[in-house]
């Protein structure tokens, strides 16, 4: 009940900021929401239209209340670049975000359990170093400049994979063929997302392998005779998982943050290409509507990271 409390006041935080930011800023507030070049080519109506809307002139407490009202109807706002709804726009480039972040996260976080088991098992040989070495390395460098490389490498120089984009225009392709062109597309920037982001699953997952190794019930797993790989999974591994489903909550809102990155460089329609395009229009309202949509999903992640970490270790539940 605690962490539901904790998250609404979050929730009603980023409804607050979002709602407070253009009206902070100097001048008109529709000409904060909007922007100089979008008053001046607006029509009068569409202009008293937009008032009335946001209820601009009245108090602040009645514009909240219109804010909220409109967030209710599921009602954004209207940009005037794309002439359309913010939601329908937000709403079209959301699952591309997803299954771009869902992709890398899930790779990064099972890849990193497994080899963090593994190192951690193995603490202080060969294959410890070398892979602490690599990963390090890897994850070392930001998330952008992986995408580059491997942009400049297996897109520009040998030509396997796309440049841009999600799917191939006009290629009219359906079925099996649709799936796997979306694919060919999402390899080189959900690799960018991977690689950029394992290190952290990686290290926790083979630091909290060394610490569970050294508890009572793992010599007596060994001393009952059990196989390696049974006490190095069943036993080691799974209480090594606590911290890193933790870890992946904080994780995925960083995550969300290199994606939008990661996607202006592979130009790939997201939500971080739409914010792209909207700070070069200035549409204001398209990026308050990324900014709660990207808060409110990461808010919810965390919120079901709770849930399950409850799941994982039922001592949680009595610890209050």
């Known amino acids: 009940?605690?962490?539901?409390?904790?998250?609404?006041?979050?929730?009603?935080?980023?409804?607050?900021?979002?709602?407070?930011?253009?009206?902070?800023?100097?001048?008109?507030?529709?000409?904060?929401?909007?922007?100089?070049?979008?008053?001046?080519?607006?029509?009068?109506?569409?202009k008293a239209h937009l008032v009335e809307r946001f209820a601009l002139d009245q108090p602040l407490w009645q514009q909240f209340g219109a804010y909220l009202l409109a967030l209710v109807q599921g009602?954004?706002?209207?940009?005037?670049?794309?002439?359309?709804?913010?939601?329908?726009?937000?709403?079209?480039?959301?699952?591309?975000?997803?299954?771009?972040?869902?992709?890398a996260l899930i790779i990064s976080t099972l890849s990193?359990?497994?080899?963090?088991?593994?190192?951690?098992?193995?603490?202080?040989?060969?294959?410890?170093?070398?892979?602490?070495?690599?990963?390090?390395?890897?994850?070392?460098?930001?998330?952008?400049?992986?995408?580059?490389?491997?942009?400049?490498?297996?897109?520009?120089?040998?030509?396997?994979?796309?440049?841009?984009?999600?799917?191939?225009?006009?290629s009219g392709l359906s079925g099996a063929a649709l799936v796997l062109d979306v694919l060919h597309h999402l390899f080189l920037p959900a690799t960018a997302l991977t690689l950029s982001y394992i290190g952290a699953s990686y290290l926790l997952t083979r630091?909290?392998?060394?610490?569970?190794?050294?508890?009572?019930?793992?010599?007596?797993?060994?001393?009952?005779?059990?196989?390696?790989?049974?006490?190095?999974?069943?036993?080691?591994?799974?209480?090594?998982?606590l911290p890193v489903i933790t870890q992946?909550?904080?994780?995925?809102?960083?995550?969300?943050?290199?994606?939008?990155?990661v996607e202006i460089v592979f130009a790939y329609p997201g939500l971080g290409y739409l914010t792209y395009e909207a700070l070069l229009a200035r549409d204001y309202p398209v990026l308050q509507g990324v900014l709660l949509i990207v808060a409110v999903s990461v808010l919810i992640a965390n919120f079901l990271v709770d849930l399950s970490y409850s799941k994982l270790d039922p001592r949680i539940r009595y610890a209050h």
């Open 112 to 170: 990193g359990i497994v080899l963090g088991i593994e190192s951690g098992w193995r603490r202080g040989s060969r294959r410890d170093k070398s892979l602490l070495t690599s990963l390090m390395a890897v994850s070392g460098f930001p998330d952008f400049f992986l995408g580059i490389l491997l942009l400049i490498g297996f897109s520009v120089t040998w030509k396997i994979f796309p440049l841009s984009g999600a799917i191939t225009p006009y």
């Open 207 to 241: 630091n909290t392998m060394v610490t569970v190794l050294k508890n009572p019930y793992i010599l007596m797993a060994k001393a009952k005779g059990l196989p390696d790989r049974v006490v190095r999974y069943q036993h080691a591994g799974r209480n090594a998982l």
């Open 248 to 261: 992946t909550g904080i994780q995925l809102g960083r995550m969300v943050t290199g994606a939008l990155f």
């Open 1 to 46: 009940m605690r962490n539901v409390i904790t998250y609404v006041i979050a929730f009603l935080f980023i409804l607050t900021l979002n709602f407070l930011l253009p009206r902070m800023l100097p001048g008109d507030p529709l000409m904060a929401i909007y922007g100089n070049e979008a008053l001046i080519a607006m029509t009068p109506e569409l």
């Open 75 to 103: 009602d954004l706002g209207h940009s005037y670049y794309y002439n359309s709804p913010v939601s329908s726009i937000v709403l079209g480039r959301l699952p591309w975000t997803l299954l771009l972040v869902g992709t």
